[in-house]
């Protein structure tokens, strides 16, 4: 599994020069104090993965990584940044690398970084905790992997709305020859769905009326048919009077379709919405109004997120909340406009259809009979022909204007319907003008009435059966698109039921015995891709944590769910091992950090760690921790000493410094020689100050240099530790002497040192490498520091080397195991039952007076 | 249905447990999805529109015998 080996970063955030983290394919404990550059390994990290810096971009408007990433004295350099990979090949991957060049593994491995699970700085623990629902699932939504199960969703939704417009259009089908029916058998006949049996008795009405028998099904229609054209047999031939009363019937249905096509509802909808459109549009748009007021309500701005003018918060609040409302109109409006259009070409449909009739229908009238009929229908068709091509886009594309033109062609007092009406009236003037007696034309008009309704029920009938399956089509489509929506709900719901369980899980354990845990993640019922949290407290169950819950254990509230989502991520790509706290552990009391840390050390030891603090005594915490969790191999623990803008933080370790005394006393110049010892001698002194708390006056930024240690370390072990300054006398009391030397041509020009000779510097050199190794353990890497018991005794944390208090023996540190047993179980498991404990302090006390 | 771990395939199955169950949907359109998500079809809409087309006809056909 690839680990970085090392990271490598210069020009970038606060750190100029060249500066190495050896991370040694190990997780890193970096201790440096406020302000010496460890954020900015973790920037580097962050940049160099994620191709952003969580602390500038995104942060505010005026801040990006690309503009203050780079060193404020990096001039025009470029920064760099590079991880080198622990793989046979020392892959190093930077700021220019093209990953599709790396190794698979490594690819992977990059792939896994691109998103931001795996870095948590102070700041951002409270993050999951204060998001908003939606934005809580999008923190999510890389847990959840459904672009599959989003896809089939999208499917079924536009087969449901497509089945939505299949019955609407089935239903404008059935309802255009309904009507037919009843106009051709009286409205006042049939109800607006006629059933067979009205037909029937409607049918046998009118049969009555010319003495026919009544019929007892519509198929025998036919029969009644051939019975009234055996009783116009006797009038001769009647074709001529038969055929203009078929065309004037055609044409009486050709005029009333016509006004129907005016797409008055469809014009007047399109331009309120366009108007609506055009308004809202000029200004916002839908998603801005929304994030706009996230922003506001969130972050409590009192300026614009845009201009970052001064703002009236509740007046703009209120303001685009009212434009939200009006984007939900013109949805609103838009669904209607897509209805007007889809009957208004439906409307359209027909009308051709009965311009198809009536030419039929003229077209076999003798020519003299004619008249300018073919012409006048043509000119209907056309026109209808026109509508319908100018209606077939989208609602968006329609062509408004030329609706309107071709509409106003079909409107009722159109030359349109003049003429067609004319035509209606010459048929009409030539059918009286024939021979004809009134019981024949009776007769006529009846069974060619008749013929068209035994042609339309079958149509009607069959255009309910395709209502029909229309609607079941539908209704199951509704049903099976709702079904996919519970099925990804629940089961999204059962995902952060488990995740629940982990983040609670570790909540307790940083929390046992308190009244309070049930974190719950809920998808909610209402909303797509949103998240509510909610959690336990004491008798009240599910609410907001933030209602109730204190800052510290919302701290440890937010700790816990990174650290679960960390865990799922790694679940998702077990070969990406990275885990970044920078500077998270002591936002929390130190009784829930300890068992923080354990829980760290122990449940993600198979994670490569960089973790930061900027507390020394956590710093030492932690790693008595690591030894305790047996992680002490796993871990490199480094301190940044300083930082300097110009030269970044010091990263040196102590051993490195002594090694490089030891190679300069063999070839290096006295200057050299001066200046290694004196930083290995201030590194010493550094740390003493703070195990031995030596006094020394305040300095801004407590970047303290030997001599103003030096004389309080020499007087401390004079007075306080006299086993060690008898051992180490003689270099403690050269170093009083020599000390200066550093000074003299190590960190000052001074003309008059130039003459310090070689072997003065050697002097000073061996007397610091002798210091260095009766303070600082090579077992343990830890510098001696004064034991709880007995006062006056110095010791490393592992006992290896002890300076035992006047005129007592050594005594060793003790194991854990030793603590728990001594103090009676009061130390167990980094929880201190603090009266056990004052027993236990109280005894020892005793033992030692 | 193969035993799938990932969410996706489980709210797969979970969606075909609840059109199986659903009364209101005919179980020859529910054939016909599973065999769309079989075949990896389910997110065509026009196979789905077919499904349901033939589903429902064939329904009617077997509820009227």
Known sequence: ?849 | MKENPTIEGRILERFLVKVEADQTIPPEVVRRLRELCERGQINAVDRILDALREGVKEHAKNSAA
């Open chain 1, 1 to 849: 599994m690839p680990r970085i080996q090392r990271l490598d970063l210069q020009g970038f955030r606060g750190i100029r020069q060249s500066v190495p983290l050896l991370f040694e394919a190990k997780s890193i404990l970096l201790f440096g104090e406020n302000g010496t550059g460890k954020s900015s390994f973790v920037d580097a990290l962050e940049k160099l993965l994620t191709g952003r810096v969580s602390t500038l971009d995104g942060r505010a408007h005026s801040l990006s990584s690309d503009r203050h990433g780079p060193h404020i004295r990096n001039g025009e350099h470029p920064p760099l940044i590079a991880i080198t990979f622990n793989d046979a090949d020392g892959t190093v991957f930077d700021l220019q690398s093209d990953p599709a060049n790396l190794p698979t593994a490594l690819q992977e491995y990059l792939q896994g970084a691109r998103e931001n699970l795996y870095i948590l700085r102070r700041r951002q623990i409270l993050e999951f905790i204060d998001s908003q629902p939606r934005q809580r699932y999008d923190l999510l939504r890389p847990f959840l992997p459904l672009s599959g199960i989003e896809a089939i969703e999208e499917a079924l939704r536009q087969a449901r709305d497509r089945t939505d417009t299949e019955v609407r259009n089935a239903a404008q089908e059935t309802s255009r020859l309904t009507q037919d029916l009843r106009r051709l058998l009286g409205s006042d006949t049939l109800s607006e769905e006629p059933t067979e049996e009205q037909v029937i008795r409607a049918v046998s009405r009118e049969l009555a009326t010319v003495g026919q028998a009544q019929i007892t099904a519509i198929p025998r229609l036919s029969e009644s048919i051939a019975r009234l054209s055996d009783a116009l047999s006797p009038f001769g031939d009647l074709s001529r009077q038969s055929q203009l009363a078929n065309a004037i019937q055609a044409l009486e249905e050709l005029v009333e379709m016509i006004p129907r096509v005016q797409a008055m509802s469809l014009i007047t909808t399109v331009e309120t919405l366009r108007r609506r459109e055009a308004r809202e549009a000029r200004i916002f748009y839908e998603a801005v109004l929304e994030q706009g007021v996230r922003w506001i309500g969130e972050e409590s701005r009192n300026t614009c997120p845009l201009c970052e003018q001064p703002i009236d918060t509740q007046r703009v609040v209120g303001r685009t909340q009212e434009r939200l409302i009006a984007m939900r109109e013109i949805l609103n409006l838009r669904q209607e406009g897509r209805r007007a259009l889809e009957s208004a070409r439906q409307a359209v449909r027909s009308a051709i259809e009965a311009t198809q009739r009536a030419e039929a229908r003229a077209r076999v009238l003798a020519e003299e009979e004619t008249g300018r009929s073919i012409e006048t229908i043509a000119a209907a068709r056309s026109i209808l022909d026109a509508l319908g091509e100018v209606l077939r886009g989208d609602l968006a594309t329609l062509d408004i204007e030329a609706v309107r033109r071709h509409s106003a062609q079909v409107s009722p007092d159109a030359p349109l319907v003049e003429a067609l009406t004319r035509c209606q009236n010459e048929f009409r003037a030539r059918l009286s003008s024939l021979p004809s007696p009134q019981a024949a034309q009776k007769l006529l008009s009846l069974r060619d009435r008749l013929e068209r309704v035994s042609q339309i029920w079958p149509e009607v009938c069959r255009a309910r059966a395709s209502a029909k399956e229309a609607l079941e089509r539908a209704r199951a489509a509704r049903a099976i698109y709702e079904d996919a929506q519970a099925a990804r709900k629940e089961e999204v719901q059962s995902l952060f039921d488990e995740l629940s369980k982990d983040i609670n899980d570790i909540y307790v354990h940083l929390h046992p015995d308190e009244s309070h845990g049930g974190v719950r993640l809920e998808v909610r019922e209402a909303v797509q891709g949103s998240v509510n949290l909610r959690a336990d407290f004491y008798e009240r169950q599910s609410e907001d944590p933030r209602a109730y819950y204190s800052d510290a254990h919302l701290d440890t509230l937010g700790l816990a769910i990174f650290l679960a989502l960390r865990r799922w991520y790694r679940k998702q790509r077990p070969d990406f091992d990275l885990m970044v706290l920078d500077d998270v552990l002591t936002s929390v009391d130190t009784a829930h950090s300890v068992r923080l840390s354990e829980l760290l050390l122990s449940e993600f030891r198979d994670y490569q760690v960089l973790l930061t603090t900027h507390d020394r005594i956590w710093f030492e915490h932690l790693r008595d921790i690591q030894a305790r969790c047996g992680v002490t191999q796993a871990f490199v623990n480094k301190v940044i000493h300083k930082w300097t803008i110009d030269e970044g933080p010091d990263l040196r370790e102590p051993e490195d410094e002594r090694q490089a005394i030891s190679r300069l006393i063999a070839d290096g110049s006295a200057e050299e020689i001066a200046v290694m010892a004196g930083r290995l001698l201030e590194h010493i002194l550094q740390e003493m100050r703070y195990t031995l708390r030596l006094s020394v006056q305040a300095k801004p930024g407590e970047q303290y240099e030997i001599g103003e240690l030096w004389p309080s370390f020499y007087a401390a072990i004079r007075k306080d530790y006299p086993t060690l300054y008898k051992q180490a006398r003689k270099t403690l009391d050269a170093l009083d002497v020599r000390w200066t030397v550093r000074n003299w041509i190590g960190a000052h020009w001074n003309t008059w040192a130039r003459n310090v000779s070689r072997s003065t510097a050697i002097a000073f050199a061996t007397a610091v490498c002798n210091l260095f190794d009766r303070v600082f353990c090579s077992a343990c890497r830890r510098f001696i520091a004064p034991s709880a018991t007995p006062l006056g005794q110095l010791a490393c944390r592992c006992g290896g080397r002890i300076y035992p208090a006047p005129g007592k023996e050594a005594v060793h540190p003790k194991s854990r195991e030793d603590l728990v047993r001594d103090t009676r179980g009061a130390l167990r498991d980094a929880r201190l039952d603090t009266a056990r404990y004052f027993e236990w302090k109280r005894a020892e006390a005793g033992r030692e007076r």
